[in-house]
């Protein structure tokens, strides 16, 4: 079975500070990476994926993560937040069909 | 509509009721799923459907959950004598053809169990 863990619950920036956050997922075959957000009342919406090839994806709004089998992660970055990235982040895997979810990382950007 | 559309957006009902959650996909999308997220928790995957066949039920919770989608457009998730335990968000989500399609997620149903 998957699962994914992410390694912060609740995070808090200043605007124009760097973010990563942490995931990592346990299923050792071939597997798809993702990372949705999703803002204050507003459903959830896919940031990026990572099929195959590149293992730095670039997504909307500025984010990017990395794929780093030998680690089994795929943390998630952005050099320099805004107050809009206010939301909480999931990163989730799935290998056939059906996703499995991280806990979620709530990120608060103070102006 | 242009995306997943999902009603009622909240649904207050009392312990041992029966209730209804409706999904209705993006129009030519023939995988759809439902996921429940409870308060602090990521999505949890409860059914998938490829077309009119439930493909993957595996994570119903139990046989008081069940759900259909008969001409594999709209999807309707039924729970029967509803628990407290059952409150959470319901999600729904479809995919063009399943597989390791983006899934586009609707805005989901919070149900309140009394």
């Known amino acids: 079975a998957q699962s994914v863990s992410q390694h912060n619950h609740h995070v808090i920036l200043s605007e124009a500070a760097s973010l990563e956050l942490g995931c990592n997922y346990s299923?050792?075959?071939?597997?798809?990476l993702f990372w949705y957000v999703q803002y204050p009342g507003q459903h959830l919406q896919l940031l990026l994926k990572?099929?195959?090839?590149?293992?730095l994806v670039k997504g909307i709004k500025g984010f990017e993560a990395e794929f780093i089998k030998s680690k089994f992660s795929f943390n998630l970055r952005k050099p320099s937040v805004q107050w809009s990235d206010t939301a909480e982040y999931f990163c989730?895997?799935?290998?056939?069909?059906?996703?499995?979810f991280g806990a979620g990382t709530t990120v608060t950007v103070r102006a | 509509g242009a995306g997943v559309s999902q009603t009622p957006s909240n649904k207050v009902t009392e312990k041992g009721k029966y209730v209804e959650l409706r999904c209705d996909p993006i129009s030519g999308h023939t995988a759809l799923y439902w996921y429940r997220q409870s308060l602090g928790q990521g999505p949890e995957f409860l059914i998938y459907?490829?077309?009119?066949?439930?493909?993957?039920d595996s994570g119903l919770p139990n046989d008081r959950f069940f759900a259909v989608r008969p001409e594999g457009s709209v999807s309707t998730l039924k729970i029967q004598r509803t628990e407290r335990g059952d409150s959470a968000v319901y999600l729904c989500?479809?995919?063009?053809?399943?597989?390791?399609?983006?899934?586009?997620f609707g805005p989901g149903t919070r149900l309140t169990v009394l």
């Open positions: 459907f490829q077309g009119t066949g439930a493909a993957d």
């Open positions: 989500a479809s995919s063009l053809s399943g597989g390791g399609d983006e899934q586009f």
């Open positions: 990572y099929f195959s090839g590149d293992p």
């Open positions: 299923y050792g075959g071939t597997v798809n």
């Open positions: 989730a895997s799935n290998h056939d069909y059906k996703l499995s």
